[in-house]
């Protein structure tokens, strides 16, 4: 028992080595960052959010989205989840966030960790930890993530102008993604987020009418499609549209809806449209396993942007509250 125990603790070790190793983990990052003064910390949060999602499993939607609302404006520092004061309107209510939902599912997490170890687990990390299952839950890849994150100071509605329109073209958002280090390949991965989940009439309307100069519906739209658009829309702005044929399973059907023409948003159809990302969406249509594994990288990828270290940030004790 004692020899095996032993093994057992060298390969565990071995293996987080290897793991930090291939992902050369910086900003005070690491797979392990609970052990000591939280070691059930995975576990709190994969409980809370399995049973969030097993009452609504459009959540898994949901927490995808809020994570890369979080990475993308300021890094993954948590600044998405505060809340607005008097002197202050914070990011969540912003027109590009307004439709995010599941902080309640975060707060429960942190609620339950604060009991068990309190001040330890920034609510950054208890949002990329809650992606990560929310994932797994509706069907995708398991992966594992750095932990450490410090929750930011910070949170603006000005600063998020640096999350991407549903508008930008092919060209806009590789060099959108460019800009923070992800490649072509990288970018169109991560878009698969949208196997999971809705966007309401507004965000792809302009696609129906009074397009451009020479088209009165967007051209790159399948016309059986857009017809399926126009009825959704018929019942106001925030009626809402899957991605695919299987909004709460993580699959890759939202690459087939694009071979078809059936992409909701027009950046969901450029990445089919232009020459530069369509050969991207056909390997990913075609091999999902081949998907899986280019989104669990680029999440894990994600969730290291402008990770605040030490000082720079805090643990908050109140996921909507500054310390
Ligand atoms: C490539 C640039 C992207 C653009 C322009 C974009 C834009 C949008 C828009 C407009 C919506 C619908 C919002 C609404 O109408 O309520 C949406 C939903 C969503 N987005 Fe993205 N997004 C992008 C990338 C991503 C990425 C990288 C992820 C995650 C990895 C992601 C995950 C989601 C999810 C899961 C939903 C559905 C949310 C729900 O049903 O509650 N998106 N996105």
Do not use: W
Not at 94 to 114: F, T
Request: hydrophobic share 40%; proline share 3%; with cysteine.
């Amino acid at each position: 028992m004692g020899i095996f125990n032993c093994v057992f603790g060298v390969i565990v070790l071995v293996n987080m080595i290897a793991s930090e190793g291939k992902y050369g983990l910086a900003n005070g990052l690491s797979m392990n960052y609970y052990i000591m003064a939280c070691p059930f910390a995975d576990g709190i949060i994969k409980n809370t959010v399995n049973r969030a999602l097993q009452s609504d499993p459009t959540l898994a939607a949901a927490l995808v989205r809020m994570h890369f609302h979080d990475c993308f404006v300021e890094g993954c520092d948590g600044s998405v989840l505060i809340d607005s004061t008097k002197d202050n309107t914070a990011e969540k209510d912003s027109p590009a966030n307004l439709s995010l939902r599941g902080y309640e599912i975060i707060d429960a997490a942190k609620d339950a960790l604060e009991r068990q170890c309190p001040g330890v687990v920034s609510c950054a990390d208890i949002l990329a930890m809650a992606a990560r299952d929310a994932v797994f839950f509706a069907g995708g890849p398991v992966y594992e993530i750095p932990k450490g994150r410090k929750d930011g100071r910070r949170s603006k509605i000005e600063d998020t102008i640096n999350l991407p329109a549903p508008t930008l073209n092919s060209s806009e958002l590789i060099r959108m993604f460019g800009q923070r280090g992800f490649t072509a390949q990288e970018m169109v991965a991560l878009s698969g987020g949208h196997t999971l989940g809705t966007a309401r009439c507004s965000s792809f309307k302009s696609r129906l009418s009074n397009f451009d100069s020479t088209h009165d519906m967007d051209p790159s739209m399948d016309t059986q499609f857009a017809r399926t658009l126009s009825k959704t829309c018929s019942a106001g702005d925030k009626a809402e549209q899957p991605f695919d044929s299987t909004r709460n399973t993580f699959d890759n059907d939202y690459f087939n809806a694009l071979q078809r023409k059936a992409g909701v948003l027009f950046s969901d159809q450029t990445l089919f449209a232009s020459p530069r990302t369509r050969g991207i969406v056909n390997a990913y249509a075609m091999n999902m396993a081949m998907f899986f594994f280019d989104f669990q990288q680029a999440m894990v990828k994600m969730g290291m942007m402008d990770v605040k270290e030490g000082s720079k940030g805090e643990v908050r004790n109140n996921c909507r509250v500054i310390n």
